[in-house]
Every structure is written in C-alpha cells, then in structure tokens.
C-alpha cells in the first residue's frame, strides 16, 4: 500500500534542509510525495523563492499563498489563522496519510494545528531543542506535542522529547539535516561560486546572516546598525550579508542591508542564493557573523569560526568552533579582531559537531516507508519512571 507523505515547506530555510528528503520520499517505491509551499516562499523581498521549487521538478505541487506582509506582530497570528485555514481546506479534499514538518516556525506551527484537527498524523524533524532567545523556542515545543512521530538529531534531544510526554519508540534519533545536506551536494568552487553570483571574492570574506529579534522585535534595527557599525571598521574583510527571515522587521532588516551595500564596496547583499551558492560560500570563507542557526549547524562541519551575536540561539549546543558576544559594538570588534589576524588556511580541527553525522534523510525515508501509521493515533502521554 503505497503512503501519501505530505510535505510542508513555509521558508528556503527549511526547503533547503528538506530537499534530500524530499527527493528520498518522491523515489520511494511505497511513498507518495506532496510538497506544500506556502510562507515566505512567495514574497519578493525574501527572494520569490516558490519559483526555485517549481523549477526543482517535484511532481505533486501544491502552493498556499498567505499573501501576508509581516509589518506587526499581530501579523503573526494571522499567518498562522491563515495557513491553519488553507491547510485544512486543501486536507478536506486531498488527505495525506502523513504531514511531515521540520522545525520551529509558525508557518509550521500552523500546520501542525491543521494535522490536529483533522486526525492527521504528523512527523517532526529537529524537535527537542532549545533556543531561549526567539519565540520560535515556543512553536517547536508546541509542534513536539502535536506530532505522533519525531526524528531528532541527538542523543540530547531525544531525551529531551521524552521528558515532554512522547513515546520513546516513535522517536528516532537520525542526526542534523544541515550536516546531510552538505553531505549530499557538490559544493561549487570559489571561481564557479563567484560566476552564479556575478562577485569577485576576495581571500578574505565573512557571510554574514541576522535575524529579528523575536523577543524584542523593536529592537532588531538598533542591533543591526550595532552590528553595521562593527563591521565598517574592518574595510579589509569582504562581507557578504544574505538576507534575514520573514519575521517581524526581516524585510527592514533587508531593505538596511540593501542601502548600506549601495555604499559600501566590500559589502554585498542577496535576499537569497539557495541552498547549493549558500553552503559554498559557507566552505570558502574565513568566517561566518551573525545569529542564523546555520553558524552552530553547517558552518562547523567545515571548521568555519563563527560569530554568534546576542541571544537568539542561546540554548543550542555548541561546537568549538562557535564564540558567543553580546550585540555590543566593542565586543563584536574584539572578537573579528582575532578571527581576523588569523590566515585563512587556518581552520578548526577535531571540531566535532553537536549535531550529528551524514544520513538523517536516508533514516527518516526509511523509517516512513516501514512505520505503521494507523499505529500513531491517537496519542497518549508517555509517563517516564
């Protein structure tokens, strides 16, 4: 019997990190694919990236527009009101046999209330962590309860799903899906990278990525300019700044990235480069600055240092290669200082990183093609000793 695995993606984040399941679960021989693109995906300013997926060849398409600007906080909530209402009319007709989600965003959260209510089980990629420095720390766990079935990337956060009520045989430890993405694509080289951006890069760059603050979103554009001014004082470094999510103030936050690389010649900005120019610039350079998840999952498996500003990902672990600051602009210069006056052939050794090993999307599949699913619902609370 074959099982229709409907897939929901809200932002090229976590497009990006699922794509290797995506292609596992549509080559399946007794799995369906439904890829739902919805979020972020359709917005100009963080880069139209819907028009990527489309070109990806996915056979079963299916686009949920919120066609919501985040320019308050209450907008939040009517993304979610919005995409719990249109996932739910799309299921009335067209019902999967399982949802498949990854992370903490409130695109997700809202498709995981959709699941909910209409006895949909749901799968949950990278629950069971932390981040005490962004709302998103409170829809991952919420996902977590909502969901029948949990893939995790550790030890650490299997525990930690447990201790929240889930049973431990439907939680599967299967590693990061950042580490399994790098594994699994031919990064580009510094000449080929340099041609699909329309760049020169020098020896020398830094790919910087921040993020709102969630907690105190009237604050992201003060911390910006902090991390702006910090910057400026190092000419010498090539900053290459990808755009922030679509979070309250995200489009501020790159409509100011946009002005100030006008200006500035070692500045670049781009609203999105995908997941292939991404991680390959993430392999070529000296360093990565900002507040982005991917400075603790991807950028240590290439023993790249990375700067992480403020509190956003206050929570998760760290690698060695990862150096915490304050958003303060002397600490923030001390600290590129010293990354700085280091060569670049110098990297990081025996940087083992907390997030796993190569092979979470070949489990996952695997685990979807062989799981009883009638087995899922209803759930009950899992009573540890």
């Known amino acids: 019997m074959t099982k229709k695995i409907s897939v929901v993606t809200g932002s090229r984040a976590d497009f990006g990190l699922l794509q290797g399941v995506i292609s596992r679960i549509q080559s399946a021989p007794n799995l369906e694919l439904e890829l739902i693109v919805t979020g972020s995906h359709f917005s100009e300013t963080f880069g139209s990236t819907k028009d990527e997926i489309a070109l990806a060849g996915y056979t079963n398409l299916v686009e949920l527009d919120l066609n919501i600007a985040m320019n308050s ?166 900053f290459i700044a990808t755009g922030a999510n679509a979070d309250y103030y995200g489009e501020q936050i790159n409509l100011r990235w946009q002005e100030v690389s006008s200006q500035e010649d070692n500045l670049f900005f781009f609203s999105s480069v995908g997941q292939l120019k991404y991680l390959s610039l993430l392999s070529h350079a000296h360093f990565m600055l900002g507040n982005s998840s991917s400075g603790l999952l991807e950028a240590p498996f290439f023993g790249i240092p990375t700067v992480n500003i403020g509190g956003r990902q206050e929570g998760r672990p760290r690698s060695s290669s990862v150096t915490d600051v304050e958003c303060d602009e002397s600490s923030i210069v001390r600290i590129l200082k010293e990354i700085n006056s280091a060569p670049h052939a110098i990297k990081m050794q025996n940087n083992e990183n907390a997030y796993g090993n190569p092979g979470a999307s070949k489990k996952i599949t695997a685990i979807l093609a062989n799981l009883d699913f009638e087995d899922l619902l209803p759930k009950r609370f899992f009573e540890t000793d």
Request: hydrophobic residues 35%.
């Open 73 to 238: 906080e209450s907008d939040t909530g009517f993304a979610i009101s919005n995409v719990i209402s249109q996932i739910t009319k799309h299921y009335s007709k067209e019902r999967p046999s399982l949802t498949l989600v990854l992370g903490d965003r409130y695109e997700v959260f809202g498709a995981a209330v959709a699941c909910t209510a209409m006895g949909i089980p749901l799968g949950h990629i990278h629950g069971g962590e932390i981040t005490y420095g962004s709302k998103d720390d409170m829809y991952r766990h919420a996902i977590t309860k909502l969901a029948s079935v949990h893939f995790v990337a550790n030890s650490e956060f299997h525990s930690r799903v447990i201790k929240m009520g889930e049973n431990p045989k439907t939680v599967f430890v299967v590693g990061g899906l950042g580490i399994d993405s790098i594994d699994q694509i031919e990064l580009l080289n510094k000449p080929d990278l340099e041609t699909e951006l329309g760049i020169s890069l020098e020896q020398k760059y830094a790919l910087v990525t921040y993020h709102p603050d969630t907690i105190h979103p009237e604050q992201s554009l003060e911390q910006l300019e902090t991390v702006l001014r910090s910057i400026a004082k190092f000419p010498s470094i090539q």
